[in-house]
């Protein structure tokens, strides 16, 4: 942006849902924009946001007149619903970081261009201290045109931005790159059981196999970090990855494809009520093997 433009001239960024990966990719907004809005259902939250960080707590009808609009929420479904709430601003963009359903980008990024607005789903991977620091990698679909207009501003709390396709392809690479997360996270657990249940000391084992071919990110980090001292600390909800995974299951049948090994982890994980794992961290989903098995996984 050139140092000769106007304040007013620059473009507006609003971010919308505050929750543990919206709170910290809007704090970086600032850094490259001089205006930035947040909305918050909890409008306190919005508040403390703007305190901390020098953004603006508005209402929604207020955030949404932004030339660069950011959500971050749970579910597809929720997006759609706040946006049947709103009127927005006819050559904006709208950057959804919601890990949602590709279907649903299809509609909204259809329902959106007849009000000349560009729809573009962007699900974000890196977790919490991803986004605290703000390196996140970010899987970028939609009108490229688009994409890139909005890139300047994602590279605020991205480390990796790749565009992968039209409307629902960011949607899509990340429910299957959680579903691997997923499947390899599993994997690691199921062979340190074996190796329990023959008295290996497991932190040896873990060592071994971080500087051998069977290592993963799950082994080499969480593994270590959240289940064999039993933390379990909470930074990606169980519910979410569950979604997550299911997206990934109706989108290989859609594709008339039956893979095994997707659907076995699926289910493995699917074991805990949804109602349950909203409260739980991804990785406390291996306190289920465990009561399988009969062996803890600890130090």
């Given at each position: ?20 990966m ?44 932004a ?6 929420l ?15 601003k ?18 909204l ?88 249940a ?6 040896a084992?873990?060592?071994?196999i ?8 799950m082994?080499?980090?969480i ?28 989108l ?13 982890t ?10 349950d ?10 306190q ?9 996984l600890?130090?």
């Amino acid at each position: 942006m050139s140092n000769n433009t106007k304040d007013s001239e620059l473009p507006h960024v609003a971010f919308i849902g505050l929750g543990a990966m919206g709170w910290h990719m809007a704090s970086h907004l600032p850094k490259v924009c001089k205006t930035v809005k947040v909305w918050n259902r909890n409008f306190e939250k919005a508040q403390q946001h703007a305190q901390s960080f020098g953004t603006i707590a508005v209402n929604l009808q207020e955030a949404v007149q932004a030339d660069i609009i950011f959500s971050c929420l749970p579910t597809s479904a929720d997006v759609e619903n706040l946006i049947a709430r709103v009127s927005l601003k006819a050559g904006s963009i709208w950057v959804d970081c919601t890990s949602g359903i590709p279907s649903s980008a299809c509609r909204l990024a259809e329902k959106l261009k007849k009000l000349n607005i560009d729809y573009l789903d962007a699900p974000v991977s890196g977790q919490t201290i991803g986004a605290e620091n703000g390196t996140l990698t970010v899987m970028l679909a939609g009108h490229y045109d688009a994409c890139l207009r909005a890139k300047p501003f994602i590279q605020a709390f991205a480390d990796l931005i790749e565009y992968v396709g039209e409307s629902g392809s960011g949607f899509a690479v990340k429910a299957v790159n959680n579903s691997l997360m997923a499947v390899n996270l599993w994997a690691a657990a199921e062979g340190l059981s074996i190796l329990k249940a023959q008295q290996v000391d497991l932190a040896a084992a873990l060592n071994c196999i971080n500087h051998s071919s069977g290592r993963s990110g799950m082994s080499e980090t969480i593994v270590a970090q959240r289940i064999l001292n039993g933390a379990f600390d909470r930074s990606f909800a169980l519910n979410l990855l569950q979604k997550d995974m299911g997206i990934a299951i109706d989108l290989m049948r859609r594709s008339q494809l039956e893979l095994q090994v997707l659907q076995t982890t699926h289910a493995c994980y699917d074991l805990i009520k949804t109602t349950d794992a909203a409260s739980m961290d991804f990785s406390a989903a291996i306190q289920r093997l465990e009561q399988d098995t009969g062996y803890k996984l600890r130090f």
